[in-house]
């Protein structure tokens, strides 16, 4: 996404990244500083992007101490898929300091955030998502502002439960087929022109098959998306017994050591030949 901006003639002011040595490539591609500090990315830029793993990264960015020291007058784009509520925690902090905050969940991977074609879901005030367009344009092909703080963050949660479902919904029916000796390119020329199709079957299907599991969305984030939305669920008393099913099934992959791996990956639980439990 840096590459994407710096390629569309904003200034990137600083990056930081608790993977010092990425940064610091970056920082040197770019011709700008690798911050030291999270302040320091604050007091280097109006705008400061984030992008993190889960809800406790989250809450340690937006302190006092750290990216809202001096933070008065600046905006904050947060594209990571956490809950809900921090989504909500952070608006609040935001505020407390004069600061703007608005969400920015992606429903895209990494080919499309570095080509700026990536799919937007925003969350929060109608005005700042408004300052924000020029950026928002630059990084993404579709970009649909859904509400206030959080409500983005429940859109977001849904898309990957229901990916997460149909991506090990695809590696049974491979799986399947590989047992029964069936080709499985024939098989999955089958399901694209049947009720079997999905964009899952686009990107997911071929990988599947060749065990070619490069990772663009690990399937340690699946687990941790789908649990996002099993929350909510359970908050609403609400079964939802094929998203368990599948959190179950990328929680194993995490167990036994395949977390890393692309989401694809969850084909080698799938696979007679494969077994790995």
């Known amino acids: 996404m840096a590459r994407r901006l710096h390629e569309q003639d904003f200034i ?62 600046k905006l904050f784009i947060n594209c990571a898929t956490v809950s809900p509520e921090v989504h909500q ?7 407390a300091v004069e600061a703007r905050s608005l969400e920015a969940c992606m429903a895209s991977s990494i080919t499309q955030a570095r080509a700026g074609t990536l799919y937007l879901m925003c969350a929060g005030h109608p005005a700042v998502f408004a300052q924000a367009q020029p950026i928002l344009q630059a990084l993404s092909s579709h970009c649909r502002f859904i509400g206030p703080a959080g ?11 229901v990916m997460n479902i149909n991506t090990a ?20 020329e089958v399901f694209a022109e049947t009720g079997a199709n999905s964009r899952v079957l686009e990107t997911d299907g071929e990988d599947m098959q060749n065990r070619d599991h490069a990772c663009f969305f690990s399937a340690a984030h699946a687990a941790k998306d789908s649990g996002i939305a099993l929350q909510l669920a359970r908050a609403l008393n609400l079964k939802l017994p094929l998203a368990t099913a599948t ?8 167990k036994v050591g395949l977390g890393e791996l692309d989401k694809s990956g969850v084909a080698e639980l799938t696979f007679k030949n494969r077994t790995v439990v």
Do not use: H, W
Not at 22 to 36: D, G, K, R, W, Y
Not at 247 to 254: F, S
């Open 151 to 161: 409500s983005a963050a429940q859109v977001k949660a849904l898309v990957n439960m």
């Open 12 to 73: 990137i002011s600083s990056v930081y990244d608790v993977k010092i040595q990425t940064a610091q490539v970056i920082a040197l591609e770019l011709s700008c500083p690798c911050a030291t500090s999270l302040a320091e990315v604050t007091a280097s830029a109006d705008v400061i992007l984030t992008i993190v793993t889960n809800d406790a990264a989250m809450r340690a960015l937006f302190q006092k101490d750290a990216l809202l020291q001096n933070a008065r007058g």
């Open 247 to 254: 959190l179950a099934q990328y929680e194993l992959m995490t």
């Open 89 to 95: 925690e952070v608006e609040a902090a935001c505020q």
């Open 169 to 188: 919904g695809l590696a049974e029916g491979l799986g399947l087929g590989n047992a029964l000796g069936l080709d499985l390119s024939m098989l999955r």
